[in-house]
């Protein structure tokens, strides 16, 4: 019984001081803030999002009309607008990409644990 | 011990009831260090639940009956893998290997994705609001850590339990169960942190797929126990316990295809945070079910009165998980958009992605049919104030309703184009599976497959789609430049390709087996008397007696010829003085049909050496085995990571925002 207890106590301590570790590793740090997503950096998001699905939409069209899912005609058809929004995504990205970001800082980027 | 498994679980307790409150505050206040120590008391968890289980199991393994526990589910006499897996046997040990599963997954997901710190933020206080339930049961309600004066002797365990199979079913149901918290957790956690992008579902997609296989091997081993235990000659009975597993795994599969809408179209959104609620609910319902006791089912072993605390946990969980998708449905208060509304609209209803809606439209409704099929004995009580069951008949008619076209549409989504597809293309792609379609069904009809028509449908389909997918193969071999390049370049198609083909082996199986089988249930023989059933020709020549390590029983002698064959089988039962009777199925395979020759016996009423015999004679069940083999390769195939696509991923979220942890 007393063994049981002597490790369930060592089992307690440890867990405290785990779960204590931010706190004790980071006693006073310059901001405690929580990194979050800026309006900007949420939009940069999207059209990241938006270029990997045009150019994989790309992808598939082009593996679709290899192997004879998709016809000359629909191929033709669909390649000009999936190629539009490729291109239209991966403009408005360079764009942001050349304003600085406006994430909220993160103060210790240091990765706390 | 007992006092170290309690105080481990008190621990364990503490540590999410931590995570839930100071990973909230810290979420809801933007506190960097609370929310990483919240994060660390998820983590730390695990290894407290741990200490508990290896408490319980070391009890187990000694047979220590000052664990109540362990007096009622095990015996000195009983072989110790059976033992061990009395952990899962019994209410309380089910209790702790789901927070043991649930704090395991919790922790490796939130380690894994632990660099998305605005995701995580509140994914952790989601997963410790579900450990919080299930730890307080464990600590308060129903411990597996009571203990008593020792009795000379456990009472044993249930022989149907004392099976193989049932060191890896119920696990590997739990896996699957709890498998579903993680991509509800993330899922409400993005709806919280408002972070709907597809961060959650890249974080999520391989945990879904690894629970739906979990849940899908769980079921196909419960399945095979029940054939070859039971011992009634079926594999599937529509038990509530079993519904209870078909269900989530049905809006799993759901989700799978609709959230590959989402990543290649950014639509459906809302329908996926749906899904995903709606699959962790029905598995909360699923363990309710299973410990509620509420139903009578095959699974009755197992009832109790913890029922209430279940039904008030999943209440709240519904309640939550529709609260928080009707917020992110309304528009934001600083102006914009609603966060779940997808820019993007269906171009054509002749398209791969309206396909997978179809697909999903059938699966939900198939799982809500079984639902309701499940609840109907409650509502009938409450409303008419007796108990009216809804059984086979009714179950068979929506199967076949919603499964046959669920099964042609596996043919037909993967030749539809994406966006959309013209008649012209369609005729000619369809060309090759439909013409296989047309000759199976027409040569099987010519053999007299027409007797039963859905099983000649499931036949006709299954050719279909198995031609599609060859030829999706083929020609995707010659596009690729070989078979290794096209399934490595997009291993979540071909791997999903597998999984369809094991779905045909399954149906092609269930087909066989249930709508061409033939029974013989009642033949009274005394020895040296024959019967037929199927062509075979069953001879009983003889009792003989058996005797276990925990048990006495005989087997019938029953020689079979038929078909070029010549075999033994000996059905039988045994007693177990602890616990009583119990069937024991004696089955020939038969290589030629790749079915069964199923075999059960009893004592003839007022006769010492005439038995009742019943044989089941089951073509083609053998592919249902086999599929299961076909399903994991697939499902292994689609969740094996890709270097390429895990870079490119890596890439967005670090130009975007914080870098994945994938």
């Keep these: ?113 | 011990m007992a006092a170290l498994g309690r105080a481990a679980l008190l621990l364990a307790f503490g540590l999410v009831a931590y995570a839930l409150v100071a990973g909230s505050y810290a979420a809801w206040r933007r506190r960097r260090r609370l929310a990483l120590s919240a994060q660390n008391a998820l983590l730390a968890a695990f290894p407290a639940t741990l200490v508990a289980a290896l408490v319980l199991i070391v009890a187990l393994a000694r047979r220590d009956f000052t664990f109540a526990y362990v007096a009622e589910h095990t015996s000195r006499k009983l072989p110790l893998q059976y033992a061990l897996s009395a952990f899962w046997g019994g209410q309380e040990g089910s209790l702790l290997l789901w927070l043991l599963v649930l704090t395991g997954y919790a922790g490796l997901a939130v380690w894994l994705n632990r660099r998305s710190r605005e995701l995580m933020a509140w994914t952790v206080p989601i997963f410790g609001l579900i450990a919080v339930f299930f730890s307080f049961m464990l600590c308060f309600v129903s411990s597996p850590f009571h203990q008593q004066p020792p009795p000379v002797d456990g009472a044993g365990m249930v022989p149907s339990l004392q099976n193989p199979y049932m060191l890896a079913h119920p696990p590997m149901l739990y896996l699957g169960y709890v498998g579903l918290s993680v991509p509800f957790a993330f899922g409400m956690g993005a709806l919280l942190s408002g972070r709907t992008d597809e961060r959650w579902i890249v974080a999520t997609r391989r945990w879904t797929l690894a629970a739906w296989t979990f849940l899908g091997v769980g079921q196909l081993l419960g399945a095979h126990w029940a054939y070859t235990e039971i011992g009634w000659g079926g594999y599937y009975a529509w038990d509530p316990v079993e519904n209870a597993a078909f269900m989530p795994w049905l809006v799993a599969t759901a989700f799978l295809h609709s959230v590959m809408i989402q990543e290649k179209r950014g639509m459906l959104k809302v329908w996926n945070m749906v899904l995903v609620a709606l699959a962790f609910n029905l598995s909360v319902f699923g363990t309710f079910l299973t410990r509620s006791g509420v139903l009578d089912s095959i699974h009755s072993f197992s009832k109790s009165s913890i029922g209430a605390w279940f039904l008030g946990f999943l209440a709240f969980m519904v309640v939550l998980s529709v609260a928080l998708i009707y917020w992110r449905l309304r528009p934001p208060k600083d102006g914009g958009p609603p966060l779940l509304r997808s820019k993007t609209k269906l171009e054509s209803l002749v398209s791969r992605e309206a396909t997978f809606l179809y697909n999903n439209l059938l699966l939900v409704a198939l799982a809500l049919t079984i639902l309701w099929g499940v609840l109907y004995p409650i509502v009938s009580q409450v409303l008419h104030g007796q108990t009216r069951s809804l059984s086979k008949p009714y179950y068979d008619f929506f199967l076949h309703t919603f499964g046959l076209p669920l099964l042609l549409l596996m043919g037909l989504g993967p030749l539809v184009a994406w966006r959309r597809a013209s008649l012209r293309s369609l005729g000619k792609t369809f060309l090759v599976p439909f013409g296989a379609a047309l000759v199976t069904g027409g040569v099987l009809l010519g053999l007299g497959f027409g007797s039963a028509w859905p099983g000649l449908l499931a036949y006709t389909f299954s050719a279909f789609v198995a031609a599609s997918i060859v030829l999706e193969f083929v020609r995707g071999r010659a596009a690729a430049g070989g078979i290794f390049r096209l399934v490595s370049r997009n291993r979540r198609r071909y791997g999903g390709y597998l999984v369809h083909a094991a779905i045909v082996l399954f149906a092609i199986g269930v087909a066989g087996s249930s709508a061409y089988q033939t029974i013989r249930e009642d033949a009274h023989l005394r020895p040296g008397q024959t019967m037929e059933a199927a062509g075979y020709t069953f001879t009983y020549t003889g009792l003989t007696g058996v005797k276990g390590p925990n048990y006495t029983g005989f087997r019938t002698i029953v020689s079979v010829s038929g078909h070029g064959e010549h075999f033994t089988l000996r059905p039988g039962q045994n007693n177990d003085p602890l616990q009583g009777a119990s069937f024991v199925a004696s089955i020939y395979h038969d290589p030629r049909t790749l079915g069964d020759v199923f075999t059960r016996a009893q004592p003839a009423v007022g006769s010492k050496t005439a038995i009742d015999l019943q044989v089941f004679v089951k073509p083609l069940i053998n592919l249902i085995w086999a599929a299961g083999f076909l399903f994991v390769f697939g499902a292994l195939v689609a969740m094996w990571p890709d270097a390429v696509e895990q870079r490119r991923l890596a890439a967005r979220y670090a130009a975007g925002a914080a870098p994945a942890g994938i």
């Excluded at chain 1, 999936?82 to 990409?97: D, G, I, N, V, Y």
């Design chain 1, 1 to 113: 019984m007393e063994w049981a207890l002597a490790v369930a106590a060592v089992l307690a301590v440890v867990a405290v001081a785990f779960v204590a570790r931010p706190f004790l590793r980071d006693p006073s740090p310059a901001s405690d803030r929580l990194d979050e997503l800026s309006p900007e950096a949420r939009q940069r998001l999207a059209l990241a999002e938006e270029r990997d699905r045009a150019l994989a939409a790309l992808k598939e069209l082009e593996f679709d009309h290899r192997t004879g899912k998709v016809s000359d005609d629909d191929y033709r058809a669909q390649l000009g607008p999936l190629r539009r929004r490729a291109a239209e995504a991966l403009r408005a990205l360079e764009s942001r990409e050349q304003t600085p970001h406006e994430r909220i800082p993160a103060p210790g980027e240091h990765a706390g644990r």
